[in-house]
């Protein structure tokens, strides 16, 4: 028996706008992804609720959205490397609750909690702080699936939206299987679910009364094997470990300051810390400042392998490119590295 969580970022790129731009929050906010082919071809990468309120969603060409919402929506070019580095502070904040984590997306990600916690109340308990440390650091809203696999906690983390969690204990998922339908569950998408529908499937137990020949026909071996699973709860595909390969670690200061003396000896924490979980030497290393507005600043350097004695020096002289480029206070810091060898990428690189 595994307590699982999901973790999925409400309306995750227009959100992480709002965030950095407190000021749209009450508009319908559109991040959209322009084509270059004419001044307005293109198509919306997500919107906030108000905007998917007024009919502007996901995937819908920029014309027809910018018809919606002239005059009241806010329209942002998408800025996809800033979303994934908010992603992965956010990834960061839920990786300090367990070791066993899967990261499925720039806003989705799978944790195993079962050592955590002696009881499914204690998983539950586990999500509620997760949810709020998120908010709470992050500015962050999102939504979360509390359960025993991953497709269960994956469906109940879409219930939950926004804003919310669901959670459903061992003794529950044979009432909750009862009752679900088959559209419902990941990988079974709305043409395929059509189909399904015509051959008389609209809940996922049904599957297990028709004949698996002529399942087999319609969903191929592999996903009728999945689907049966599914349905008689025998599902249990474990969390992954796949986390991105850098390794960050962020400092929230004592109080919002320029004062060096303060900022630095947390650079050379962070320094510590991240080359500790690092698995070999970076070839990268990056300081970010997290401003008082939350705005964040980047410097980095490429280059060889940087040793953790040098990368002290390094660090501080990164932290002060961003001092001197910028009036603002920091709030936060943060030392990344990435471009890691390991030992044993060396090994293979000698032939040894
Ligand atoms: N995305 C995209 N183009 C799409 C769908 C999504 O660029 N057609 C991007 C923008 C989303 C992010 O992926 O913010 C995550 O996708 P989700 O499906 O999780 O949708 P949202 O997070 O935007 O909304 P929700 O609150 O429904 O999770
Ligand atoms: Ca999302
Ligand atoms: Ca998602």
Do not use: W
């Amino acid at each position: 028996m595994s307590f699982i969580i999901f973790i999925d970022f409400d309306y995750f790129y227009a959100q992480v706008e709002e965030i950095m731009n407190p000021a749209i929050r009450d508009k319908p906010v559109v991040v959209c992804v322009y084509s270059g082919r004419t001044e307005n071809s293109g198509a919306v990468a997500t919107s906030n609720y108000l905007a998917r309120s007024i009919g502007i969603k996901s995937g819908m060409p920029l014309p027809q959205a910018m018809k919606i919402g002239q005059g009241r929506a806010v329209f942002i070019p998408i800025r996809r490397d800033f979303y994934q580095e908010f992603s992965d502070r956010v990834m960061n904040t839920i990786s300090t609750y367990s070791d066993k984590m899967e990261i499925a997306s720039i806003d989705e990600a799978y944790i195993d909690v079962t050592e955590e916690s002696s009881t499914f109340q204690e998983a539950v308990e586990l999500g509620k702080e997760i949810k709020e440390a998120i908010f709470r650091e992050h500015g962050m809203k999102a939504s979360l699936g509390i359960s025993i696999n991953k497709v269960i906690v994956k469906i109940l983390g879409d219930m939950a939206k926004p804003d919310g969690i669901k959670y459903i204990d061992e003794s529950q998922v044979d009432g909750f299987l009862n009752n679900l339908e088959v559209k419902k569950i990941p990988g079974v998408g709305t043409i395929l679910s059509t189909k399904l529908k015509d051959a008389g499937i609209v809940y996922i137990k049904d599957i297990l009364n028709k004949d698996p020949r002529a399942m087999i026909d319609i969903l191929g071996n592999a996903k009728y094997t999945y689907l049966v699973e599914i349905a008689e709860n025998r599902y249990n595909k474990p969390v992954e470990e796949r986390i991105r390969k850098n390794f960050g670690r962020y400092i929230t200061l004592p109080e919002n300051t320029r004062d060096e003396s303060m900022i630095m000896p947390l650079v050379r924490k962070a320094v510590d810390s991240a080359y500790g979980k690092a698995p070999g030497i970076p070839g990268e290393i990056s300081a970010i400042g997290i401003m008082e507005d939350l705005d964040i600043v980047s410097r980095s350097v490429t280059g060889g392998r940087i040793n953790k004695n040098s990368a002290y020096e390094i660090a501080e002289s990164l932290m002060e490119k961003i001092l001197d480029s910028d009036q603002r206070k920091l709030r936060r810091i943060g030392i990344r590295i990435g471009k890691i060898t390991t030992n044993e990428s060396l090994d293979d690189f000698f032939g040894t």
